[in-house]
């Protein structure tokens, strides 16, 4: 297979100019036309020559140059009309095309789902529905008319007329290709209104199947709030009349931010408290926001090319975690961002498929719509937030909507809005976004005559094609506590620019505790010498609440790994003091269960790593085990007290409030089957009467070897409701014991309602698979194996989602020779396949190089 990558340093402008593009799609299943004018001229600005023009699947029918006939034989990846047919001035390209939207599974581009017609052409699938520049820099209004029999027909932008059978849609604001929707079917919409800060109505619909309405009222309330939420915090209205949401079943991602017109994935939009659970309404909050949040970043300013993709998703997804902050507990946010962020990134980071926010290079570009794109950007963005002030901060916004507005933009504009608007000179701190790796920042202090000093020493480890790094610009947030608890120093930033630097703190009358990396302030992993004493210090009295979770935490990933490496008893101080956390009522009841969260497998298996031990999967898993089985007797005396003292009042709401209550109930739950064996989960599990508590005793019942009954109670109440099933299928793959999880997804797999061509599905059992962690990774190889055979199966459909799912194979390198050959066995097998796809071998070719 020829794997040709597409490289930074060549991007060139495109030859032409498009001003304006009109669209005429007459649907059908099998044979839709599409019937494109494009309104082109020669682009002074780019590099002459031919006209290139992307297209994929596509059967052409005519193509004309001002209305005269053209003749054109298109190649496997688009068409050339040579300089010499081309006009020295403005011209209308026109074409027709026949494609086949039912016959489309990989889900990209024109498809079907559930009966209607969508699509999803981030990053390049526009071209499998027209022939066009597909690229980001190439912006144009739309204009489109749909013919169809389906009664909703919706695209981007205002509705023009409609009328039986043909609707017509402007869109006045120029977008690339990617931001393209379209949407045909048989919908119902749940509506309001938003009357914007200056005044202008906008008409808000969120369109489902017949019998999802009832479900949308969270998603309509998170997107009137995500509107109003822009306009006060960065000043950015809406700017069209409509704003149109789209549930489908057969996603390939979370959701698509195309103009006007966003499409989701159902499971991000439907809710209700009998089938969601507070997770799904914490993710729905955040998608719609993230979604709504494009429309200034991402939209309005979109991105030069692809190797730029950060600049829209690491802004937008600051931008989200602000809102979800603001809406919930900041505290509890940046605990749960920065979990996701280690079990994803940092992963990510420290393994073969490592690259930087900005690659410069790739294959497949859906590839690389990854955690460090999405998540590391997010921090580099909060680091120059950290460093520039708030107040820098919201001038470098202004600046970049001003300047940029309608632009196709770079991260070196991006870095310029923020040099010129606060006049730093941000040329070090660029390497973040150029070379990849998780730094690591090495702490040691020294206390004498009233000086405490810290020396911070960053090492920056190799990536693939970076062996030398250099420093990076960190941040570093300390606060001093002296040792009553008070704070004697407030939180201050360092700026850690050197490989190594030491930072003076004078007139204390007391050797201090430092609180070091406050609010995870820098995305790097911090190497300090802590005594338990002063970690339990810290998770009693630290007044950052960040680290007053990671004093917990790595306390209990300290306790876990001796357990695991030495076969050391549970230490009795760690018991003690997160039972004080557990049990005191001044804290937010969502702290306390993220407290009482233990380290995940995965973790402690990269942890396990980084110190030079290799991670024995079974070991992990037993040791987590008598870690949470002790930590259930210390606290046995109080866990039925704990638990009544935070039953829900009144009805079902998804606020933060009751789902923290919630969240560390069903943490005592847990807890307690440890205990009964399951006795008080069954009786939880029979009174639950809302998903979230459901599914919390279905998973402890399942733990403790239990929950049959339950199973087929859960299956034969919800057969019809493919979301709800998903959890069922999910549930009983990520609670399998280690030696049964091969069997369990076998028989799963083999059910008529496995529905593999679904994202969802294959999510819910083959995504899941790879996330229990001890059965992954089973001596016998069997998940390996079955990962394998389940990618070669869905690469030919759907090679996007493929793709994706193989990452459960990125961790390798770090398992025993045993474990490493049978996963690079599976890889070997892969790239073996013939008609391999080009998504799926780039991502096996990266993690065997
Ligand atoms: N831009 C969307 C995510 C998205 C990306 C790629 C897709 O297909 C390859 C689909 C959606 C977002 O950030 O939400
Ligand atoms: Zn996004």
Redesign the pocket.
């Known amino acids: 297979m020829t794997q040709t990558p597409v490289k930074l340093v060549d991007y060139q402008p495109f030859s032409h100019v498009l001003n304006r593009v009109e669209l005429t799609f007459r649907l059908a299943p099998q044979a839709t036309r599409v019937l494109a004018r494009l309104h082109l001229a020669p682009n002074p600005a780019g590099p002459g020559g031919d006209l290139r023009l992307d297209g994929e699947g596509l059967r052409l029918i005519a193509l004309a140059l001002d209305g005269v006939a053209l003749e054109a034989t298109p190649d496997a990846t688009g068409l050339t009309i040579a300089a010499q047919a081309l006009p020295d001035a403005p011209f209308v390209l026109e074409s027709e095309v026949e494609i086949a939207p039912e016959g489309n599974t990989a889900l990209?581009g024109l498809y079907m789902s559930g009966g209607m017609y969508c699509t999803?052409c981030?990053?390049e699938?526009f071209r499998k529905i027209t022939f066009y520049p597909d690229r980001p820099d190439v912006m144009a209004r739309f204009d489109v008319r749909i013919e169809s029999e389906m009664p909703v027909l919706l695209s981007n932008g205002n509705p023009v007329a409609a009328g039986p059978g043909w609707a017509e849609w402007h869109d006045p604001w120029p977008k690339p290709a990617y931001l393209f929707a379209l949407v045909a079917g048989d919908l119902v919409a749940h509506s309001a209104s938003f009357t914007t800060a200056s005044g202008r109505e906008v008409a808000l619909n969120i369109w489902v199947r017949q019998g999802d309405e009832g479900r949308c009222a969270y998603a309509m309330d998170s997107l009137i709030r995500s509107m109003r939420w822009d306009e006060q915090v960065y000043g950015r209205e809406y700017d069209l009349d409509v704003f149109n949401i789209v549930a489908v079943d057969d996603?390939?991602?979370?959701?698509?931010?195309n103009k006007g017109l966003n499409i989701f994935n159902s499971k991000l939009v439907l809710a209700t408290p009998e089938t969601a659970t507070d997770t799904d309404y914490e993710r729905i909050e955040a998608?719609i926001a993230?979604?709504y949040f494009?429309n200034w970043t991402?939209n309005r300013i979109t991105c030069r090319d692809w190797f730029q993709l950060c600049l829209?998703?690491g802004l937008?997804v600051f931008r989200d975690q602000q809102f979800s902050g603001d809406m919930r507990s900041h505290a509890v946010k940046r605990i749960e961002d920065v979990l996701a962020l280690r079990a994803r990134q940092f992963r990510e980071d420290g393994g073969p498929l490592a690259h930087a926010v900005r690659p410069d290079a790739y294959v497949e570009i859906?590839n690389f719509?990854t955690a460090t794109i999405?998540e590391k950007g997010a921090e580099v963005i909060g680091m120059l937030k950290a460093l520039v002030g708030e107040a820098g901060y919201k001038a470098a916004l202004d600046l970049y909507f001003d300047r940029h507005d309608g632009q196709a933009a770079t991260i070196e504009d991006w870095l310029r809005v923020f040099e010129d608007a606060t006049g730093r000179d941000l040329t070090q701190f660029k390497r973040w976004y150029t070379e990849a790796g998780t730094p690591r920042v090495k702490v040691t202090e020294d206390w004498a005559e009233g000086v405490f000093t810290l020396t911070l020493q960053q090492e920056l480890p190799p990536t693939p094609g970076q062996p030398d790094k250099g420093a990076k610009v960190i941040p570093v947030a300390v606060g001093l506590l002296n040792p009553n608890g008070d704070e004697v120093v407030p939180t201050t930033v360092l700026e850690l620019v050197e490989p190594v630097q030491s930072f003076r703190f004078e007139g204390l009358a007391a050797r201090p505790v430092a609180s070091i990396l406050r609010g995870f302030s820098a995305p790097v992993v911090l190497e300090r010498n802590v005594s338990a004493q002063e970690r339990a210090f810290l998770l009693a009295h630290d007044t950052d609440p960040f680290n007053k979770w990671e004093a917990g935490r790595a306390l209990a990933k300290d306790v876990l790994a001796r357990m695991i490496v030495e076969g050391a008893e549970v230490s009795r101080d760690w018991l003690a003091a997160l039972a004080r956390v557990a049990l005191d009522e001044s804290l937010d009841p969502a702290f306390r269960a993220l407290a009482l969260r233990l380290p995940g497998e995965d973790d402690m298996a990269a942890t396990l790593h980084d110190a030079g031990h290799v991670p024995d999967p079974a070991r992990i898993h037993a040791a987590r085990r008598a870690m949470a089985g002790a930590l259930a007797q210390e606290l046995a005396g109080a866990l039925p007290g704990l638990m009544a003292g935070l039953a829900v009042q009144g009805p079902f709401a998804p606020d933060a409030a009751q789902a923290g209550k919630r969240a560390l109930r069903n943490a005592g739950l847990a807890l307690l089957s440890r205990l009964d064996g399951g006795a008080a989960a069954e009786a939880a599990y029979a009174q639950a009467d809302n998903m979230t508590d459901s599914l919390a005793a279905l998973a402890v019942l399942l733990e403790a070897g239990r929950g049959a009954a339950e199973l087929a109670g859960f299956e034969a109440r919800w057969a019809g409701e493919r979301l709800v099933m998903d959890k069922w299928f999910m549930v009983q793959v990520l609670h399998a014991a280690p030696q049964d999880l091969a069997s369990v997804v076998e028989r799963l797999t083999t059910r008529a309602d496995f529905d593999w061509k679904n994202p969802n599905r294959f999510r819910a059992v083959i995504g899941a698979l790879a996330a229990n962690h001890a059965g992954f990774h089973h001596a016998s190889g069997a998940g390996y194996r079955l990962l394998a055979d389940w990618l070669l199966r869905l690469d030919p459909k759907n090679p996007?989602t493929a793709a994706r799912m193989s990452t459960a194979f990125e961790t390798w390198p770090r398992y025993d020779a045993d474990r490493q050959a049978l996963i690079r066995a599976e890889l070997e097998r892969i790239m073996a396949a013939p008609g391999l796809s080009r998504d799926l071998g780039e991502m096996a070719g990266r993690m065997l190089a």
């Open positions: 990209e999803q981030e990053a699938g996603f390939n991602m979370g959701a698509m931010e998608v993230h979604e494009h991402g829209k998703e937008t859906n719509y999405y996007q």
